[in-house]
């Protein structure tokens, strides 16, 4: 059963399709899940910063900054995310109906008693349900900018709903990549897809989508997402006597490069995001180069596949204009934002031209001045500069597009295509610190980075095999290093030396899902499926919501002929995944049959 496994041994749902309503290859490519891998630890993640740091809560800003407070809270980033209770949602075309032909499912999205619902269910033939699975909303992922993302909650999981709301027709569809894939509620939403979406998550390190309670200290991006834990400023301009130094991050006196870095972290996507050896998303900190926490990596383009995504690009596209080339990269986003205000679409047009005007003038364009007044809105710079394209893997949605081009056809700049450094061609490091422009990543890093990237890019086995050698002989004490060579023996028929190094790594960190189902697979084909079985159990309560090892079970189950357990092991998987009529089936057939 080795088929179709992926290189890398991060947590990863099996359930097909990786897309989400971001970008369809994070979910895949999640590192938050493959932090969990390597660092392994106990209940909520624990780092440095997050233990010594005193994190108070927006509200606690607001004492102070009453104005700053109240125009955040009405822009899209103050809004982020909220609890899912109905009366906030008075827009959102309730009840609602949507039926997806391609996987013959119905849906319907509903408010009670002022709670959200949202249920999934499939007609008989004679009219009745097969099944009916219906949640309750916990958290709305969004500011419906483009939609609404519905968070489900269950035994303290987190998981995306199935159907999303889509703001520019109004009404409700299938959330991304569930367009052709019946996914149910049981996509996991991972460490590094919270991480961008909300102030602050609580995740369980080492886990496949378990969260603390609370799941959420502040659920809406707040103040100390862009200006680090405000304890000690608090204190300070409390006793303002005594203080010395505002003690809190200001980005208007950070570099650029530091400044780039805050909004980077969650407004730059790249092909795979990978945390440093031993970090969490905890410890990407305001003011501090974020290449000391995560790597933001590319593809490097070619000119017949040149960059062409705006979504969640932006620092990429930005980087790649001639405003922000012939600078000195003295363009940032803060030249053109300021978080703490959102233009409404009419003030949008002069509130962005202004921003031009510290570095152009009218004269600037080449358009003449009573052509570009003549249009409506009039001289919109940024209208005709940043154009809003269609976002490809999300229906109904735009984004600006940030290369800041002279006309639609502009060529890209030919360092577009020569950016890979020497000590690592196949990728773009985008957030090197300065001065580790030129240096390659740890192997550690380009391990995962590599292992996600060959999920979906065959051309990256060779150089994650290459690592992975390197790290064997360097790093044989490592556990996300064991359980790699396990997989890849797994994967080469090596089944006894894969029990040996799944072993291992099982020995040298907490016990991990993915390590325990690899241990498994290989016991099986060594013939030893009652440890396999056992195995099996372990990998289903350390990650209790992935279909694909609770599948693998009741078939072990009953090719050991241990029915009366294979038949528990069913009755208990379609409670959790009703929707899966395969196994439905094989239910209803075991219960027409005498229990032996
Ligand atoms: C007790 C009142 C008070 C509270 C509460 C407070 N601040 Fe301040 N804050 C001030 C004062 C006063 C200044 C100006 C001090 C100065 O310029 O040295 C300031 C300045 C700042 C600055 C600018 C610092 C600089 O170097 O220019 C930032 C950023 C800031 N606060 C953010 C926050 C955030 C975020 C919070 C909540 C975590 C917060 N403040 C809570 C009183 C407060
Ligand atoms: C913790 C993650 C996070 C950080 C840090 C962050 N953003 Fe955002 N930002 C988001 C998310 C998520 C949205 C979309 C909110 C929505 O529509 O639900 C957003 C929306 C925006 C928007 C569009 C809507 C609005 O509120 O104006 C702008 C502009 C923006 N961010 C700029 C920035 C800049 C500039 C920085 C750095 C100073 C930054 N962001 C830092 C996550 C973040
Ligand atoms: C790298 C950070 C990042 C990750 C990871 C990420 N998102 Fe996003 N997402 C954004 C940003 C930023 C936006 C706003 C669009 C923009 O400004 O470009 C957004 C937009 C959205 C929106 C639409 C919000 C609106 O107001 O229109 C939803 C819903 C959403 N994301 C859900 C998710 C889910 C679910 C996941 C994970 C399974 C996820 N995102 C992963 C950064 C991220
Ligand atoms: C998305 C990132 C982001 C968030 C969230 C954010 N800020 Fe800021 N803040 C900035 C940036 C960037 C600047 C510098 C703006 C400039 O001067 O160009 C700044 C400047 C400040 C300043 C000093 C300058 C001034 O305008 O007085 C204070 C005070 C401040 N922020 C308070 C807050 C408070 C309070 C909150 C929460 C209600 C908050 N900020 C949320 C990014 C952010
Ligand atoms: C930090 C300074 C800075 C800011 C802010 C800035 N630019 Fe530029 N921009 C430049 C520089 C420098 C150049 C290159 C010099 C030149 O060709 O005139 C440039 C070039 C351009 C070009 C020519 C692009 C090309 O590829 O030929 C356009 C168009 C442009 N800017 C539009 C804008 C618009 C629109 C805005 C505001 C939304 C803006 N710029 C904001 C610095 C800036
Ligand atoms: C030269 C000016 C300029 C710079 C620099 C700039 N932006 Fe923007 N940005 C804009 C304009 C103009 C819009 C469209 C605003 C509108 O239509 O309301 C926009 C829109 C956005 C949005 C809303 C989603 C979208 O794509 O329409 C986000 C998020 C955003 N910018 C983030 C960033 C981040 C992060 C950076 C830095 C990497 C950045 N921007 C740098 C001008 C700029
Ligand atoms: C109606 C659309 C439109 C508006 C509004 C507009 N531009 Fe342009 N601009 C253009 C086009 C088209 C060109 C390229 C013309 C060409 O190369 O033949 C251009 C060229 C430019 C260039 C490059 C000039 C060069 O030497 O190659 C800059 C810089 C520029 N515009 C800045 C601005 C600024 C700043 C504003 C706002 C004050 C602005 N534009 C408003 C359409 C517009």
Known sequence: MSIGLEWSTVVRRATGASALLCVPLLLALLPGIVAGVRSGQNPVDASPHASSAQYVGSIACSRCHDAIYRSYSRTAMGRSMEP???????????PARFTNDQIDRR?????????????????????SEMFRDTRSIAWMIGAGMNGYGPVVEQDHYLFQAPLSFYTRPGTWGPSPGYESADLGFNRPILAGCIF??????????????????????ESSIGCENCHGPGGAHVDAMSHPSTAKGAHIVSPARLSPYLADNICMACHQTGDVRVLKPG?????????????????????PPSPESPPDVDHVEHYYSMTLSKCYRSSGARLSCISCHDPHVQPTPVEAPAYFSRKCMACHSNQSCKIPLQVRMSKQPANDCA????????????????????????????????ITFHQAAAAMPDLIDLDPAPGKEAA???????????GELAASRPQYVGSYLQVLARLEKSEPGNAMVQASVGRRELKAGNFA?????LQRALALSPPQATTCA?????????????DAVTWLDKSIRLDPFNPFTQRTLVVRLIDLKQYARARAALEHYVQVFPQDAFMRRMLEKARAQPVP
């Not at 009670?112 to 033939?125: M, N």
């Not at 690899?518 to 099986?524: E, P, R």
Request: proline share 8%; glycine share 6%; charged share 25%.
């Open 497 to 501: 030396s894969a029990a040996e190094h």
């Open 518 to 530: 690899d241990l498994a697979d290989a016991l099986t084909h060594l013939d030893r499926k009652d």
């Open 84 to 94: 899912g209770a109905g009366e906030h949602f008075s827009d959102l075309s309730l």
């Open 107 to 127: 849906f319907e999205v509903f408010a009670r008693d002022g709670k959200l619902y949202e249920s999934e269910f499939a007609p008989a033939a004679d009219g």
């Open 440 to 450: 390659a990543l740890p192997d550690l890093t380009l391990l995962e980075a590599y």
């Open 279 to 299: 970090k969490t998303y905890r410890d990407v900190w305001p003011g501090q180069p974020l290449d000391e926490t995560l790597s933001i990596l590319i593809v």
């Open 383 to 414: 209208g005709c500069h940043m154009p809003k394209r269609d976002i490809q893997v999300i229906s109904h949605s735009s984004a600006t597009n940030h290369r800041i081009i002279a006309r639609p056809d502009e060529p890209f700049p030919d």
């Open 196 to 217: 961008c979406h909300a102030g602050r998550a609580n995740p369980v390190a080492g886990t496949n989508g378990q969260y603390a309670d609370p799941p959420f200290s």
